[in-house]
Nanobody, 126 residues
Framework: QVHLVESGGGLVQAGGSLRLSCAASERTFSRYTMGWFRQALGKEREFVAAITWNTGSTYYADSVKGRFTISRDNAKNTVYLQMNNLKPEDTAVYYC???????????????????WGQGTQVTVSS
């Protein structure tokens, strides 16, 4: 497993932006799909976005498509989530995660990931 640390959360008004970062402790980060998930109070953890390691292909939940952008900098062992036009329903704890294996990952399933950060709170006020 790899140690992941998220940062960048906070309180923002609706329509605002935040950029989350997730720093990984190992250089092998560059060979794995990385994902962002979120969990609102009283709800299950849900997929937000993912990015593959080899082609850089990106995947998004329908609820964030067009507003959020995932990216990665393998040289810095860091993955980012740029969140624009935030809505109150985006309020949640956001987690980054590393996939279990380099290939054949069903990116929107939490069980496909074996390393998780501690989470960072994002609160969007109306």
């Amino acid at each position: 497993q790899v140690h992941l640390v998220e940062s960048g959360g906070g309180l923002v008004q609706a329509g605002g932006s935040l950029r989350l970062s997730c720093a990984a402790s190992e250089r092998t980060f560059s060979r794995y799909t990385m994902g962002w998930f979120r969990q609102a109070l009283g709800k299950e953890r849900e997929f937000v976005a993912a990015i593959t390691w080899n082609t850089g292909s990106t995947y998004y939940a329908d609820s964030v498509k067009g507003r959020f952008t995932i990216s990665r900098d393998n040289a810095k062992n860091t993955v980012y989530l740029q969140m624009n036009n935030l809505k109150p329903e985006d309020t949640a704890v956001y987690y980054c995660a590393r996939a279990r294996r380099p290939w054949g990952v069903n990116v929107n399933r939490p069980l496909e990931y074996d390393s998780w950060g501690q989470g960072t709170q994002v609160t969007v006020s109306s």
